[in-house]
């Protein structure tokens, strides 16, 4: 029983990083995204259509990944609250820094969101 809960455990540590590092829900190996972005260039990450290793398709369907950005939504929201919380209450700064800074951050990490919500939105519906 105890074993289980640890086997359980570490399945489900290692799907999320899975998740985070954006690798393929069907072998874990291949990456869905060929190059990472950059907000400074404003380069959009570069989206596999197929898994290197298993040949997997990512997009299932056109507009399979209309849903992932109400997930980038929601993480942006999450990091916004976050950021909020940690510069308004604990480092104490005006609230036009606090508005400044979260919407730096918010920029800073939209091509993460991106990243980030579209594999979440493939692993969702892995196996669906
Ligand atoms: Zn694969």
């Not at 596999?48 to 997997?56: H, M, Q, V």
């Not at 980038?72 to 480092?91: D, H």
């Amino acid at each position: 029983m105890c074993l289980n809960f640890a086997v359980l455990r570490i399945k489900v540590m290692s799907k999320v990083l899975d998740v985070v590092q954006c690798k393929c829900p069907n072998c874990g190996k291949g990456k869905v995204f060929s190059g990472q972005g950059n907000i400074f260039l404003f380069k959009m990450p570069k989206m596999n259509e197929r898994c290197s290793e298993c040949n997997f398709k990512f997009e299932k369907e056109t507009g399979f990944f209309f849903g992932a950005m109400f997930v980038s939504y929601a993480l942006a929201v999450a990091q916004m609250i976050a950021c909020f919380v940690l510069f308004w209450y604990f480092v104490d700064l005006s609230p036009m820094r606090v508005f400044s800074i979260i919407a730096i951050i918010t920029i800073l990490l939209s091509t993460f969101n991106f990243r980030v919500s579209r594999s979440i939105w493939i692993h969702l519906f892995y196996k669906v």
